[in-house]
Structure formats: structure tokens, C-alpha cells
């Protein structure tokens, strides 16, 4: 028996909005932890974020309207935290430690809101820009990109039918259950998802992190995902990011202290977090320029995260120079986390088995992998490389060069002259995925 | 388009069960705010509690199967307290109050589960009693209730067909709405929901609780539930029951300790709580008989929650007693809670507006009004008077008088004894409704 319910119905067929972020909690668990430190450490720095599709051929702009992108940004400024969350956040212990964020940031969080956003078109591409403090604007990175990533979805799959939709959904909730499968062989195996920036939806999101805790169980460590990880009890996991050393870098007064800013960064973060938070991210400015200037102390942290190199080379570059500080890898911790799919788990977990502690950040080929699944190719259901990164910071350009030079971003006088302090060694050129 | 998602219909039609309850916080504030004092003055004191069925008439075991039965009592055992819930019951904020459970009484609730219980049948009726420590038997009450009253809405549906059903919920809900209705003329009443453990089902429940977020406001101030609470930022109210009285009497070695165990238990309440939870349940045993000997410093509680006595003489009775000890009534709180709807709200709001506080805790008839809803009358959607008293402490009988005797429960020579210590007077006998 099949029937309608007609207030479900009249409901559905006459909302004004359907909310893609509903939530404050609903973005990275790393933006909160940094979000303390720059509350902490940087109050006044004001820097921009700014939106880059690094895949120029798909038009965003004319898959998505500009007037919803405009309702999802404006709906997502009117969240607050709920007191729920707030508690939550007081109360939950994280990496093992209780209170890791401080009163004082929480009661200034308790009114925290999304501050004021620029959006514009050109050349079938979104300008979205976000210009204020430091401590606001860096709020907007995951929602911003969530937002857009879904109204793309939405509007890809609105030319689809009922059971073409059907069908979709069943192929993509196989596809996921193949690889559960598949890393379900390796019990030693430590995965999480990192998959809120680019997913699908938040609602396949949802599925795809349950999915895993039924199918992978103690494999699954955990999301990076706040409100995921309070709904699901599960662990909200993730460090910090490449913001941290871009923005120090771009507040250096001479090329003396443009070269000591990675190391600046390390420094804070200390000062606030320890054990599993003391994760180096080696390569904003290139991890070969990285490794030869670190100070001896950043061999005691706890581990590293590779993001730009080929896993294998770059895992092994960090564990040789583990080996000339004389530190055992196998206390050591590599956190792999740029474009994984199951096969780059599977070889990257089997190369270093037994050699090093190992963690998978898993992302965009978790939430939004739906190649094959529509009943007809549609393009742009195919997830893009799109990021909102920090351009400025105090109204300096910021630059990132990364080991993957096609994930440089800045200004290209800017960029030459961080080559030049830091050096080119290393750096390659591969095609930006996700 | 009316379609099927195939996955849920097989789910839906293959569950082995759907638990009633779901969570532990899926009770009554007040049972939490007693465990507390329970388990800090009484941890070695053995309660027992068993379930009555006012309404014999109602014979709940030809209603109800008892596998069913057995199945949810099953189900709730295996509940125990999320790692969520014991960070918001930690970090929350009751009566304006924060940290009001004591961490070691919360360590000690982390491992808390439902203790056993003994379930048989005689006459129509479930004999149904828990027997161990108070501090375990007392979480039962409204577990228990809420599972056989779900249960034998579930029973009195099953007959329906799917547009049946579907007018039942429709009717029910117009019905709730029209209650907000009339209530909406008041601003200044302050009205809370009690209805969890006569609730239709938990579903309803949450429909009513949230219908009346949505339609009275300001005026709808906080939901006895806490799960409840918990998940729509309301407030979590409730304070004491009769079963603190019932085992200090029964504890009581002499008369004159008999007589003294309604104040002894306001002090030791006192001795954990203080300011809006100060409020006094004077009908145990006879409300008259309880104000004639009470102390001068009970007038200094906050207020009084008349349970058995008819609101408007019940309420009288008390303000002229604060009076005689020199209190203003307008600075009293009087809490009502017997089988209130619209219109006794309505007549005691109006009976006693400006002369002393109000608030009023809406049960059963908000809860569980399913009268004429059904398309044709199903008798057994009607709510019974069922309820799971302490009937034994320390394996001496429990009783209560209460204001009206028809709400009378314990063993026979037992309540002369009582009616010979605490007095007769101004009892009525008046027909338990719900």
C-alpha cells in the first residue's frame, strides 16, 4: 500500500529553502581548533578568503544560480551555535583531553556568526570573497564550499526522474559498499572521513560516514565532520591546514622571517594543543624547502601529514629524515589525505605497513564518487578541485607553492619570490584531481 | 509521483523490533534529580516497585502481548546513557543552574542500566514489579509506563487500515491545535509538558512537545522529558515525586519517625538542591495533615505542587497557609499536575491570576487525547490510570494516602496505621481520570 502524505507532500512541494548548512558544527574539526589559536594568538589580522575552481572548464556559474547560491550563503549567516552544540563542545573529549577549547573562546563563540560575503560573476566563474577578521573569515572555507558543491549536485540531478534518481542513489550506496569491502581486509587499516569539504550532499554524507562505521567498524576512526561526529558519537578528528602558514608568511616583514614562518606556526600550535595534535603539515612552501631548514624539535612531534606529494615518495622522503634526526618511524605517525581512493589506501597502507603508524584522511572519493552511477553520463556530477583559500592577510598577498606546483596559488610575482627563499627542489607537476 | 523506496518498505516490513525506548534520558527530569539524592543519602536501601492498574476494568493483558512486553523490557536494558548524553547532562544548564550532577554521581550513571524485572499475569492484569536497590528500581517507573502504554496504542491501531490511521492522526493533531488555540489568550501562562509516561507513543510525544514550541511560545517553558530537552534546547523541568516521602515512612522505625518523614525529606532534598527546585509535594499523606505539623521553614521554599487535591481548593488551601506564616503568595509558586486539560488550566489560571505564581504541568491530556479521533470508537485508545508505584523498602510495605482516596495504594492495616498518625481530614474521594 502506497499513500501520500499530503502535509509531507504540500510541505515539500512549497518550502522557501532546503538548507544545505543547518548547522556551525557542520564543517571541519580543524577550523575549530585553529579558530582558537588565531582567536588566541591573532585577533586583529584581517584576511581575505577567496574562492578558486581550479577545474577552468566547468562553469560554475552557469551550473549553479547565482540567486539560491545567494538564499544557502544569507540562510547559513543567520546560524548560531545551539546550546546543545555549545555544550557539546565544552563537554566532549577530544584527542583524550578534556576542555580542549577554553572558556573564554566558548563564551566568545556563543555569538559567533558568519561575517559578510562578495559574490560576483566573470567569465562563467563565481568571485566569492570573504574580507574581515581573520577569526571570522576562516569560518567561511567549509560551509562556502559545501554550499557550492551541493547546489551543483542539486542542479545536475534536476533533470533526472524518480527512478533515474532511484537507480542513482543504489549505484553510488554499492559503490561505497564495494569499498568497504574491499578495505575491510586489512583490520589494521585507520581511515576517517575528510569528506565534508567536496561531498555530494549532506545527507549523502551522513550515509556514506554510518556506512563506514557499520562496514569498517574500529577501522573507522572517526570524521572530520563536528556535527557528524556529535550526532554519531563518533571521534571529530583533524590538525590544522596550510592557512596557518600561508598567513604567517604573508604578515613577514623580511625574507629572514618569511623563511622562520613554518616554524612560527609549529611554535603557536604548540602553545595551545599536544600528543595526536602535534601533526606537521610540511608543505605549503615545498617539504624538501621544509625539512632541510627544520629546527631538531620538529622531529619530536608526533607526526606528519603529507598533502601534495605522490603518498609513497612522500611518505619516504619524511621517514628518511625521521632516521637522520634518530627517531624510530614506527612511533611515528604519517596522516595521508590528498586525493585517496581505495587503491591509493591499499598500496600506500601495504608499502608502509609494519614501518610507520599510518592514518587515512578520506575525502572527496568517499562523499562524492558518482562516476558511472546516473543513468546517462552527466558531467557535472563529476566532484572538481574547487578550494577557498586565503589570498591575503593584512592586505599582503598570500601564497601557497605546495610540492604539486599546479596547486600553487598567489600572486605570480609573490610566488617567485617565495621560490626564491625557499627554494624549487622537488616540486612537481601532476594534474589536480580532487 | 507516488513511489516506493524498496529498501525501507523491506526494512520496515522485516524489523525484529521497534523499541519504545530508545534512550535512557527518555524519562522524567525529576527521576534524575532524585536518583542523584538516592544514590548520595540511600545507595543501600532496597525498593521495590510494581505497576497498578487503576482502571480494572481495562484488562491490559488481554490487550497486550506479553512477548511484546517482555521484548521491550528486554530492549531497554541493553540502553545505556551515549557518550552524548552524558556530556550534555554534564555541561547543561537546569533551572539556571550548571554542573547540577555531581561527577561522581555521573561517572556512576555512565554504566547505569535498567535493573532486572518480573513480569506474570492474574486476572486480566500484568503483575509487574522491580525489585534491588532504589537507586536502580526507581529509573524503571517511566520506562515501564511509557512501554506498556505504547504498547497497547499499537494494539488498539492494529485493526486500522491506512486512511483510518491516517484521519486518527490528523484528527489528534487538529485537536492539539485547537488546545494552543485557546491557550494562546493567555501570554503570561507558563504551561510545561508531563505527559512521557502516559504518551500515546514517543513519536506523538515529540509532535505534541513540538507543536507547542511552534504554537504558544514564550508561554510553553520546558518539557519534564529529557531526551526530549535535550534535542529541542528546551528546558527540562520537575522537581520530586511521592516515592521520597513513601520510603522515608516506610523506613521509619516509631510513629513519631513516621510522622517526621515528610520534612526529613525536604531536608535532605534541600541538602542537594536549592532555589526554583524547591518546591514541596504535600499530598502523600493528606496535604491537611501535612501543613498542620509542617515547620516554620518550610513557608521559605519556593512553592508547592498540589497533585491530588482539586487545583482551585488545593491552591487555596496552600496560599492561605503561606499567609498564616507570613508569606506573600505573589512571591509563591504553585505547580499543578492532576489530570489537567484546557479547561481546568484555563478556570485555575484565571481563579487565581495575580495572586500567587502559576505554572502548570500538562500530562496525559496532551499527551494521549485520542478521544473521538478514531473512525469509529476504539475503546482501548483511551488512556488508562496506570502507574508504577514503590509498593516495599527494605521489605517493609510502602504507602500512600494522598488527597484523594481513591489514589490510595499500599497494604490495608498499613493505611490505618498511617490515617491513625497522619489524621483523616479533608480527604475526598474523588474518580481517578487519568
Known sequence: MIRTDIARRVYNHTWKLDPIIRSLLDTDFYKLLMLQ??????????????????????????????????????????????????IWLAGNTFYGRKQIFQPDFLAWLADFRLPEYELSRRDGQFELSFHGRWMETTMWEIPALAIINELRSRAAMRSLGPFALDVLYARAKAKVWEKVERLKKYPDLRISDFGTRRRH?????????????????????????????????????????????????ALADSDEEL???????????????????????????????????????????????????PPIEGGERIISWWKEHGKDPREKLLIFSDALDVETIERTYLHFK????????????LTNDFED????????????????KVSEANGRPAVKLSDNSEKATGDPDEIRRYLKVFGDESRVRQPVVV
Open 37 to 86: 589559536m588565531i582567536w588566541g594568538l591573532y585577533p586583529d589580522v584581517r584576511a581575505t578568503f577567496t574562492l578558486t575552481n581550479r577545474n577552468k572548464r566547468v562553469r560554475l556559474a552557469d551550473e549553479i544560480d547565482e540567486g539560491a547560491l545567494r538564499e544557502q550563503l544569507d540562510h547559513a549567516r543567520t546560524i548560531r551555535f545551539t546550546k546543545k552544540e555549545m
Open 201 to 249: 550532499s549532506h545527507l549523502w554524507q551522513r550515509w556514506c560516514v554510518e556506512a563506514l562505521k557499520e562496514g569498517i567498524g574500529e577501522s573507522f576512526t572517526g570524521t572530520s565532520n563536528v556535527l557528524l561526529a556529535m550526532d554519531t558519537d563518533l571521534e571529530a578528528l583533524g590538525t590544522n591546514a596550510h592557512e596557518l602558514p600561508m598567513v604567517l608568511a
Open 259 to 309: 623563511k622562520a614562518s613554518p616554524y612560527q606556526v609549529l611554535k603557536d600550535w604548540q602553545s595551545y594543543y599536544g600528543g595526536n595534535l602535534l601533526i606537521v603539515l610540511p608543505d605549503t612552501f615545498g617539504t624538501e624547502a621544509f625539512l632541510r631548514s627544520a629546527p631538531h624539535w620538529v622531529a619530536e612531534w608526533t607526526g606528519f601529514r603529507p598533502d601534495s606529494a
Open 354 to 365: 609494519g614501518r610507520v603508524r599510518m592514518a587515512f584522511g578520506w575525502g572527496t572519493n
Open 373 to 388: 552511477c546516473a543513468p546517462s553520463e552527466i558531467k557535472s556530477l563529476k566532484a572538481i578541485s574547487l578550494v577557498c
